[in-house]
């Protein structure tokens, strides 16, 4: 490393133009407290401003037509780890990460780090560039990046799966399929890409593989089955709240706002109830609230235009929205978002959903953190704002702008928090199950515990097993565990007696308090918007700890421990 950084020194001063700006961004590469060149520090914070001005100018370098080859490439690299270290603090930098590995890795296609750097970043929501992953991962795997032996077998294992999942959005499903057969043989307890690989077995014609391979894909699958069926194995549910008494029951609806005393004994007692206002008008009044402007995306195009959200785009044939293999976010401006409205055909759904967390914002994800004048935290949770996680805005517009019976269907799944969903505008259809039956929900990985509070815990790999170190885990995940809580069940088309579940309307103005551990299945019908409040249910640390206890029995048992070990 300090070979480069001598290099850099020696070729910069040999450059024909902008010399203050070279000595500006030469400082900020070859500082011995500032370099992001350096291995990463105990700092977990830069001077943003000092970043910034450096940044800048070294971007005015790289314009230099007679910059030394390897001078760009290190400017390149340091700039790329600078955005590495940018969002490690929570700012959105990811795209520019990428386009300096991207343009790095075509600079030097035989250099395995800026391929494998471009590839992992390039998977990002927040990048989604799958079609130039795939080569950059591809020679990782295969071309001229793939030659370099110091490569650990658990980057190796890290990038097939990224490989299959770039294939995937793609298009490429049989390729796809193939690839991930290959990762869960070596990682049988990855039950997400079990899942995704189930999913694509249902939307290709399986008979274009050839008959050995997909054999060796079922036995694969089949592995991974038993694994799953194992953990079940271990599964103990200790609830001790309130469950459904009939399948003729609804949740007890308020047609005024519940004292903070009466929403405290819902809450302890972990019952759901509604509260109807009957319209998005007198939601505002009673709370002194401005939502019902947010139904005119000009009003909401004036405030947050170029902000910046992820959006789920659904094609009318795929499956369901929440956690589908073939569907991925979008990053984009919200005025690009109103635009990808206008010009839209009826074929396709659009949902603002669930954001990433940044810096600054606080509990509010954007874009909420720039309409907070227009709403507020409802006077009945006073008693949890003090433990207030996440307050998300929920926007779609799915096909079919009337309440026809279809509707669009997220798939069913439990909130690790408690829930208070503010419906502002259109109708939704919430079918709900008791956490009494959350050992029964077929969770994409397996449910080992329902705890006294609800909450259900699904099985993740552990911190320590050698092909997840903490190395590793730093900012990317080998394994999206974030999905464990979604459900391989279809509550409309399921007519299982294992579970009891009851469905009911949300229409305007209506909120709804949903306790975690209650699996819920949404059904959207036409333009909807709302807001939703998370927050930590009774017990909060209790559950953190039973979670490690709960995971570490698993892990002490005879078979799973020999199997992170041959990992």
């Known amino acids: ?237 200790n609830y001790q709240g309130f469950t459904i008494p009939s399948e003729s029951w609804t949740p007890t609806r308020f047609y005024d706002i519940p004292t903070i005393k009466m929403f405290e004994k819902y809450f302890k007692n972990r019952e759901p109830f509604i509260i109807s206002l009957n319209s998005g008008k007198n939601l505002d009044n009673i709370f002194k609230w401005n939502t019902q402007k947010w139904l005119d995306l000009k009003y909401l195009s004036n405030i947050i235009g170029n902000e910046k959200l992820l959006v789920e785009i659904k094609h009318r044939n795929s499956s369901n929205f929440g956690y589908n293999p073939t569907v991925r976010k979008r990053l984009m401006s919200f005025k690009s978002y109103v635009k990808l409205l206008e010009n839209s055909t009826s074929s396709y759904s659009y949902y603002v959903n669930t954001q990433r967390s940044y810096s600054g914002q606080g509990v509010y994800r954007t874009p909420l953190h720039l309409l907070k004048n227009d709403f507020s935290i409802p006077s009945f949770l006073k008693s949890v704002e003090k433990d207030m996680v996440d307050i998300n805005l929920w926007l779609g517009r799915f096909i079919d702008n009337g309440y026809n019976e279809n509707g669009s269907i997220s798939r069913l799944h439990m909130d690790a928090t408690d829930n208070v969903y503010v419906l502002i505008q259109g109708k939704k259809k919430f079918s709900i199950i008791s956490p009494i039956d959350g050992l029964n929900m077929k969770t994409i990985s397996p449910t080992h515990h329902v705890l006294s509070n609800g909450h259900g815990l699904q099985y993740k790999t552990p911190n320590n097993s050698s092909f997840l170190s903490s190395s590793l885990r730093s900012h990317h995940e080998v394994s999206d565990q974030s999905n464990y809580h979604f459900s391989t069940i279809n509550v409309i088309d399921n007519s299982s007696k294992a579970y009891r579940c009851v469905s009911f309307d949300l229409n305007m103005g209506d909120i709804l308090y949903l306790p975690t551990g209650w699996y819920h299945q949404v059904t959207s019908y036409g333009n909807t918007t709302a807001i939703n409040y998370w927050f930590k249910p009774p017990m909060w640390e209790e559950t953190l700890k039973s979670e490690m206890q709960a995971l570490q029995k698993i892990y002490e048992s005879t078979s799973l421990s020999q199997l992170h070990t041959e990992l």
Request: aromatic fraction near 10%; charged fraction near 20%.
């Open 1 to 237: 490393m300090w070979v480069l950084i001598f290099v850099f020194l020696f070729g910069i001063l040999h450059a024909q133009q902008n010399l203050e700006e070279e000595r500006i961004c030469q400082e900020l590469l070859t500082s011995p407290i500032h370099s992001p060149l350096l291995p990463l520090t105990k700092l977990r914070s830069r001077d943003l401003k000092y970043d910034e001005d450096g940044e800048f100018s070294c971007e005015l370098v790289l314009q230099d037509q007679f910059l030394p080859a390897q001078i760009r490439v290190t400017i390149h690299e340091g700039l790329g780890w600078l955005n590495i270290r940018h969002v490690q603090m929570g700012l959105m930098k990811h795209k520019t990460v990428y386009r300096h590995f991207a343009t790095l890795a075509k600079i030097l296609p035989s250099n395995f780090n800026f391929n494998y750097q471009a590839g992992i970043w390039g998977m990002e929501e927040e990048v989604s560039e799958p079609e130039e992953v795939v080569g950059f991962l591809h020679n990782c795997l295969h071309g001229k990046a793939s030659n370099d032996s110091n490569i650990s077998n658990e980057i190796k294992i890290k990038i097939l799966r990224e490989y299959a999942k770039a294939l995937t959005y793609v298009g490429r499903l049989v390729d796809s399929l193939l690839e991930f057969s290959k990762y869960i043989e070596i990682v049988p307890l990855d039950f997400s890409v079990n899942f995704i690989m189930k999913e694509i077995l249902n939307l290709i014609d399986y008979t274009s593989i050839n008959s050995n391979d997909y054999s060796q894909i079922i036995r694969n699958i089949q592995q991974s089955d038993e694994k799953y069926q194992l953990i079940n194995s271990f599964a103990i549910n």
